[in-house]
């Protein structure tokens, strides 16, 4: 069973698993495991607890490598475990705050050592680390994409998709252009044919 959920709502791409891995030519251990947002950059607090740490870690004023990290938050659980979520863009919570699972913590960016955006998610028990994969519920497989939290469809989503099923632009689930499902280029052209010719039926019966 998970003790923690994933940082972010929607889809997400695992891109470097905790363990050996090969970076730069060379294989090095990596204490964490990096993920993409797909569908939101947002991140979410993977767990309730306090905001320990919040801030820009700058390279030369640090001397034990994690400048690496840029921007971090670590949240501390109260029972010995530890989140650092790094590489943010920007951070949403400071120190000292109280933060609920799920709730938006930080954006997902590139600052510290990167070679594109990413979160670096690290779990330590007090100062070691630990494979997060088993306190997520996941495989330690790097490639895969994961299912985050449900993303909320804001109300208009709802009128437009009714408006647009009634129209006949979209069709219902496993009918046509679904609604349930990602837009390919073949359905989008489906989406704008149909749009078009919505459109000028429009124009002829006015």
């Not at 700058?58 to 921007?71: C, F, Q, V």
Request: hydrophobic residues 40%; glycine residues 12%.
């Amino acid at each position: 069973m998970a003790v923690l959920q994933l940082p972010y709502r929607g889809r997400i791409r695992f891109t470097s698993p905790y363990g050996d891995r090969l970076m730069n030519g060379r294989t090095s251990w990596h204490n964490g495991i990096d993920l993409v947002g797909l569908e939101s950059k947002t991140v979410i607090a993977p767990c309730a607890g306090r905001v320990a740490v919040s801030t820009m870690i700058p390279r030369e004023t640090d001397l034990t490598r994690t400048w690496e990290w840029g921007n971090i938050i670590r949240i501390d659980t109260g029972d010995g475990m530890r989140v650092y979520l790094c590489h943010l863009s920007e951070r949403l919570v400071n120190a000292g705050e109280t933060v609920s699972a799920g709730q938006p913590v930080g954006i997902e960016g590139d600052t510290g050592y990167t070679f594109g955006a990413h979160l670096h998610f690290e779990v330590r028990r007090g100062e070691a680390a630990v494979n997060p994969c088993p306190l997520l519920g996941i495989e330690n497989r790097a490639g895969v994409t994961l299912e985050g939290a449900p993303i909320a469809a804001p109300t208009w989503y709802d009128e437009a998709s009714k408006w647009a099923v009634d129209a006949g632009i979209l069709k219902g689930t496993g009918d046509g252009l679904a609604l349930d499902e990602p837009c390919t280029r073949a359905m989008m052209v489906t989406f704008l044919y149909r749009f078009w010719a919505y459109i000028k039926n429009e124009a002829i019966t006015k």
